[in-house]
């Protein structure tokens, strides 16, 4: 994408990753990637675009990092040293300051059963529906118990991901939210933006 076409469509953000497809041996990997564009976030997955206000990407990410901690702790992943003490931050942290009045929640369930230790569902409303016809889509984030690898559900569409994929979703999802937050602040407003630095640490202050 050139400099004129992100200027066009006011995008202050665009990170892609090359994803692996689980539990497919003839499937080629494909494009993950997370956008800040005309205020929202945009997540796309194989082709399949969903945008977030900076509320649900906080949700998101919120749940996402909450799960990855819980199965982490349990020894279904293997998360490194170093990623476990920023997923608990991302997990703490992640409250997007927002002045939308519309709020989605994700609903947690919790349970000693094998395979539901985690899981978090619920359904979000379309951003650019919030002044009309309101239109929502599905969302779940659960542990995809044959493969042992998290798994993210949209609109009908599952993605079992690797633990590395997971954890770069929530960091994208985590900084292209708190960018959106700061956007709906009146211009006098002092919000802090979260930053990696050239370690590739989250940077809270």
Known sequence: MNGEVFAASNVVLMVERLMK???????????????VVDNHVSLVLDYSEHCFTAQQCAEVTKSLARMLLTYSHLGVFQGSAEAIPQLKAYASWCQART????????????????????????????????????????????LDDDLDLPCLSIDGRSFPLSF???????????????????????????????????????VLM
């Open 164 to 202: 590395e994929d997971a954890f770069w979703l929530v960091e994208q999802l985590w900084v292209a939210g708190n960018l959106v937050a700061h956007t709906e602040q009146p211009i006098n407003s002092t919000v802090t933006v979260p930053w990696i630095n050239d370690e590739g640490q989250l």
């Open 99 to 142: 002045l939308s009045a519309e709020r989605d929640s994700l609903q947690i369930y919790e349970s000693g059963n094998k395979g539901f230790e985690f899981c978090a569902s619920g359904s979000f409303r379309h951003p650019e529906s919030l002044h009309g016809e309101p239109t929502y889509y599905k969302l779940a984030i659960a």
């Open 21 to 35: 497809w689980h539990g497919f041996t003839d499937h080629e990997p494909y494009m993950a990637s997370v956008e």
